[in-house]
């Protein structure tokens, strides 16, 4: 009694050999009513293997048409399909953390049903079969920098510690390399000049 | 925290560091995250296997979950898409779930231990229909165990294993089935329905290949309603079209017989309609009539006998069966502050199987359903735990008499949000915890010295980040000095408040509205919207601040309203009010009265305005106000918006004062052959603008023009109403408006050609974002519209200035048409959008960010200088010095940028933002399933240190200082001594 009236499904996808004595989307679907399926594949390269296996995981991906008119999940082998799709230029995002898709425009045409129309919108780059990937991996968080004694250093406080180093370490040894006679040349200079030396503020330093 | 004088060091440490980004150890420290799955429609135990017992559940939020039985903790879950309503769940093959969703079309199998989807089957139809699905114990087709699939008109068999379509049967046309059965060791599939309202149809289907054995049908004079209840594998009861008489249909080989029996007869004195409860148990169904549950036990030849009627009968569990072909059901009644758990033995109803009462939070409401599953004791007994679901949407496990776990599941709907202050500090603060604080403090400093230093062991790693999420300061039930620490006032489907602590999110009170709860005069009441009503500074601070809820009886717009005036720190109900009138629209005024108390005026369906609070004082400042006060209506489906103002008080039978006539002042007619109005949106109202200059590159300034009564109006081509995918370029546009509401004059008008919604837009000081998708590009797109006030542009001339002949001090008004200029830009974006916030803070002088919810659920935030008009490819030196950004096509996604990082809020719905007291920071709330907060500063913590500032290094370098001052004064002691014995 099953009555077909306009069966035409169209397959995005050409499969790899390999694939296509497996897959089960590769069996004719009896097309609906009035209405396409889109076929295809979201295929995330070393999937878990950096980490992300509590993010990124198969289960959780979303596949999205339209903008959220339709929301489908992937298949074990990352196969998806929405059915009972209208002829016109479609959008298919994928939602999956720790991975960034581009957009996909798919036409579903009258014309010449089967034929591949997809492009990513990102790049505008066409799609030979519908087989998505990601562009870039995400990484949500910075990445702290290892304790280096040099950032230490850098850091304000760090400043404050050597310049203080440094006046206590260096200055006086500074002062010592001097010549004694130089030192009271230089000290007469700076009392004939009138600058007020540090020490006449010295509480207990009085020289008369 | 906030230490101004260490400004610049913060600047230089936060100089290093890009913005917004979060390091993964600090996740957690200031926000947190929830995941609900909402109200469940269906339960499915699995507990007859070893390992973890589980409990997979539907629910009302197109959620399917498998939940830990022991601790009710999500194990895995999915949210289906917004129109993929979950029909049925069970569970094939021990090991799948099976789905069947948007009305029976489509059937999807989930791995049990980990929610991987397995197979999903589209099942097309020929006409919309009920949906059951039914997955037979014992049947199998080639070895295959199989499930059948009602839905669209027609009966589908579909293998477990792989999802195929085995068969599919085309019922004839006007034939509902309601039923489907199979008796044990058969391969015949029995369909019960009606055909029309008043034949009863039974239909014998072949399970091997869907072949129509037999088609039987009679017809019933009085006709059918409600659903049919199967009582034994060929009996079924149904109550007639007038509810008062039950029919016992039995389908035997001879036909189709029925019986019936009055429904005064069994349960006499019994006013309201009696509905058929379904529970599949042999022999006896249940019978509600209003609060009274009644059991009706069919004894031999069609006769009924009533075994038992219940008192405030709340729910009624489906029959579970327990040992060898055994059932037991159970049935839950209401009582006063506990409900009362019965289990009864489905054959011999003398003695109960368990009898509990459990207390039961009176913020909970009644409860409105029951699932039951038993299981061994030690002892070889049968126990019996109870799953329910209560007014408020909570989910609570029963088990001996005592609330194992329960989940606030009603928190995964909410409607609407704002936030409240938490109390201020009393003083009086004791001395030995302060010491003892102080002690803790300086401990867990040198611990994160340690941290810092790589000095610290896994142990002290593990107490560093337990001491950086468990700070008490965070979680403290007082206002903090930063506006940190405020309470979430969320309102959700049920009609329950909850005040949400921001620390670490915890419910602090909770309340179930008795306004919000079905009445007899309110049957189907539905909150809608929270309004601040009383926020207490100055000289009313010792009222408590509150806030106004309202709803309304039903879903129509000329159902009366629900007003609720709630107290946010105590969670009680101070007031509420049954408005006599109906409520379409509220409008805060901008006046309080002397208690602080807002003023708002509720405009009803004809158009009256009524002022509450009704007070003299609030009357005597509208009658001040009276002409200041404008408002506008939008009417989306006509295509109008329309200006108002009060007119005089108005003369109904009630003439009380407080009730005013109206006034159209303007009104704007879009053409309906070419513009469909889709969305609008206007500012906040307390949105704070720092100023109204806007200083540009070589000492130019320009003004924004900061008028609140700005409306913006996305008007689509009618054709592309419809969602993305069927329209071509040419037949698609959309038009922009911005609109001054008190004049009703349009400032600004833009179309977009080959676009089209949804449009998402956010409005603050004088710039719109809004959202849309370009057909052309295939994309989506972002525009900004900025608009400046020109009669102002000219007062940038300092002799002007000097000689007193700028207007500047020239009064704002709302009547004044001041020239404006508008500036825009367009950018793509890549994703979907659901939602789109702007951050806001206390003096509105940090720089905004845009808080974008995107379809995959993540709030990503974008900086406002993205969006800046005057971007263009090449800036000049100048415009880089003032931070132009070079033009790029598309607006950039950092991963970084995420506020969720790693987490998803899904069912995003909102996003509300709040400002701290501190400048920098404001406050993020996204709401969908999940509820997710987090604080974040738009423009880096330039006024306070941050989190992981280390105290220690700094008490660390002072103390080596004060040691250098020491020894360095020593020394030079020493040298001054030994120079003077030279």
């Known amino acids: 009694m099953a009555v077909k009236k306009r069966s035409e499904s169209i397959f995005l996808i050409l499969f790899l050999f390999c694939f296509s004595l497996l897959s089960p989307a590769l069996a004719i679907t009896p097309g609906s009513d009035d209405g396409y399926t889109i076929n295809g594949r979201v295929k995330i390269p070393s999937l878990g293997a950096k980490g992300l296996l509590l993010l990124g995981k198969l289960s959780n991906v979303k596949v999205i048409l339209n903008g959220g008119q339709r929301v489908t999940f992937l298949k074990p082998d990352g196969y998806f399909s929405f059915h009972n799709v209208p002829a016109g230029t479609h959008l298919i995002e994928v939602a999956a953390l720790g991975y960034f898709f581009s957009p996909v425009r798919v036409d579903v045409s009258a014309r010449n049903p089967g034929k591949v129309q997809a492009a990513l919108t990102e790049n505008r780059r066409g799609l030979t079969e519908l087989v998505l990937e990601p562009l870039r991996e995400e990484q949500y968080y910075e990445i702290r920098e290892p304790f280096n004694i040099m950032s230490l250093l850098k850091s304000p406080m760090g400043l404050m510690v050597g310049f203080m180093v440094i006046v206590m370490f260096l200055m006086p040894k500074l002062v010592e390399n001097m010549d004694p006679e130089e030192m009271k040349r230089a000290q007469e200079e700076m009392r004939n000049q009138g600058v007020p030396s540090l020490t006449n503020f010295l509480p207990g330093a009085s020289r008369s | ?982």
């Not at chain 2, 230093?453 to 965070?474: G, V």
């Not at chain 2, 009276?626 to 109904?652: M, P, Q, T």
Request: some cysteine.
């Open chain 2, 1 to 982: 925290m906030a230490i101004p004088g260490f400004l610049l060091v913060l600047l230089f440490l936060s100089c290093s560091l890009p913005a917004l980004s979060l390091y993964e150890d600090q996740v957690g420290l200031m926000d947190w995250h929830q995941k609900y799955i909402g109200k469940v429609k269906q339960a499915v135990f699995q507990t007859q296997k070893a390992g973890r017992k589980r409990v997979v559940v539907s629910t009302e939020e197109n959620v399917i979950a498998s939940l830990d039985l022991r601790r009710g903790e999500i194990f895995w879950r999915h949210v289906l898409g917004a129109t993929d309503a979950i029909d049925e769940i069970d569970i094939a093959l021990g090991k799948y779930v099976i789905t069947l969703s948007s009305e029976g079309s489509t059937l999807r199998a989930w791995n049990l231990p980990d929610g991987q989807m397995v197979w999903e089957s589209f099942l097309s139809g020929s006409r919309p229909s009920k949906s059951l699905l039914f997955i037979p114990t014992n049947l199998k087709v080639d070895k295959d165990n199989v499930i059948f699939v009602y839905g669209n008109g027609c009966l589908h068999a579909v293998s477990s294993i792989d999802g195929e379509v085995l068969w599919k049967e085309f019922i004839a046309k006007g034939v509902e089935v309601q039923e489907l059965i199979h008796q044990l060791g058969s391969h015949i599939i029995y369909a019960v329905g009606f055909d029309g309202l008043s034949q009863f149809v039974a239909l014998q289907i072949n399970a091997k290949n869907g072949e129509l054995l037999k088609h039987e049908s009679a017809a019933f004079p009085g006709g059918f309603a409600g659903k049919i209840s199967s009582v034994s594998s060929d009996s079924f009861v149904v109550s007639d079209a007038t509810h008062s008489v039950l029919v016992l249909v039995s389908v035997k080989d001879g036909g189709i017989s029925f019986q019936q029996t009055r429904i005064l007869d069994l349960v006499p004195d019994s006013p309201g309609t009696a509905v058929v409860l379904p529970t599949k148990l042999t022999g006896i169904f249940a019978l509600k009539i209003n609060d009274l549950v009644t059991f009706v036990k069919v004894i031999d030849e069609g006769k009924l006998e009533v075994v038992e009627k219940i008192d405030n009968g709340a729910a009624v569990s489906g029959a579970v069966s327990f040992s060898e072909g055994q059932e037991a059901f159970a049935f839950v009644q209401n009582g006063e502050s506990k409900i009362h758990l019965t289990v009864k033995h489905g054959l011999d109803w003398s003695n109960n199987l368990l009898k509990e009462s459990i207390e039961m939070d009176r913020q909970r409401g009644v409860v409105h359903k029951v699932f039951i599953n038993n299981y061994l004791r030690t002892d070889r007994t049968y126990g019996f735990r109870a799953l329910i679901v209560m007014e408020d949407h909570s989910l609570l496990l029963v088990q001996q008499g005592e609330i194992v776990w329960s989940r606030e599941d009603g928190l995964a709907s909410v409607i609407d949000v704002t936030t409240s202050e938490l109390p201020i500090e009393k003083h009086g603060v004791s001395v030995a915890k302060v010491e003892q604080n102080l002690f803790e403090w300086l401990k867990g400093h040198m611990l994160k010295l340690k941290g810092t230093l790589l000095l610290a062991n896994l142990d002290e790693l593990a107490e560093i980040q337990r001491i950086r999420l468990q700070s008490s300061e965070k979680s403290k039930m007082t206002r903090d000095h930063n506006g940190f620490r405020k309470l979430l006032i969320v309102l959700t489907r049920a009609g329950k408040l909850f005040a949400l602590h921001t620390g670490d999110g915890r419910v602090v009170w909770s309340l179930l509205l008795d306004s919000f709860r079905k009445t007899g005069q309110c049957n189907s009441p539905v909150g809608l919207k929270l309004y601040q009503w009383q926020i207490p500074h100055h000289h009313a601070l010792d009222e408590n601040p509150s806030v106004l809820v309202l709803g309304r009886c039903g879903r129509s717009l000329d159902a009366n309203g629900v007003l609720s005036v709630v107290d946010t720190y105590t969670g009680k109900e101070i007031s509420s009010v049954g408005a006599a009138h109906s409520i379409v629209q509220v409008i805060p005024l901008p006046f309080t009265d002397s208690t602080e108390q807002r003023l708002h005026l509720l405009i009803d369906a004809d158009q009256h305005a009524h002022l509450i609070p009704r007070t003299h004082e609030a009357l005597s400042i509208v009658q001040r106000e009276f002409g200041n006060i404008y408002w506008y209506s939008v009417e989306a489906d006509n295509g109008i918006i329309r200006g108002h103002v009060l007119k005089d008080n108005c003369d109904l039978e009630v003439s009380d004062g407080y009730c005013f006539n109206t006034r159209g002042l303007w009104s704007i007619v879009f053409p309906s052959e070419s513009e469909k109005i889709i969305a609008t949106m206007t500012k906040k109202s307390n949105e704070v603008v720092h100023t109204q200059a806007k200083a540009m590159s070589e000492h130019d300034v320009i003004y924004k023009y900061v008028s609140k009564n700005l409306l913006f109006v996305a008007n689509v081509a009618p054709k592309a109403i419809d969602e993305i995918g069927l329209l071509t370029p040419e037949e698609s546009w959309l038009v922009v408006y911005l609109i001054d509401t008190v004049t009703g004059r349009i400032l600004h008008r833009v179309t977009h050609h080959g676009s089209q919604g949804p449009v998402h837009a956010v409005f603050s000081e004088n710039w719109v974002v809004y959202h849309y998708f370009n057909l052309k590009a295939h994309r989506y797109e972002m525009s900004v519209i900025e608009i400046y006030d020109q009669s102002r542009a000219d007062n940038k001339d300092v002799w002007k200035l000097v000689l007193g002949k700028h207007n500047l001090t020239s009064p704002i008004s709302s009547y004044s048409r001041p020239e404006v200029v508008t500036k825009s830009q367009t950018y793509f974006f890549t994703h979907s959008v659901k939602t789109i916030a702007v951050t806001s803070t206390a003096k509105g002088i940090t720089s905004k960010q845009l808080l974008i919810g995107t379809i995959s659920d993540q709030v990503l935030t974008l900086d406002k200088r993205f969006l800046d008009p005057r971007r263009t490819v090449n800036p000049t030196q100048a415009e880089k010095e003032e931070g132009i950004i070079p033009l790029t096509d598309s607006l950039p996604i950092m991963p970084q940028s995420y506020v969720t990082h790693t987490l998803k809020v899904e069912g995003l719905k909102g996003i509300v933002t709040s400002p701290a007291k501190l400048e920098s920071t404001t406050l993020i709330f996204a709401y969908g399933v999940d509820l997710f907060f987090t604080r974040m500063a738009p423009s880096k913590t330039y006024d306070s240190l941050t989190e992981d500032f280390s105290y220690a290094l700094l008490l660390l370098t002072i103390v080596a200082l004060l040691v250098a001052i020491v020894a360095t004064w020593f020394l030079s002691e020493r040298k001054e001594l030994q120079d003077k014995w030279r």
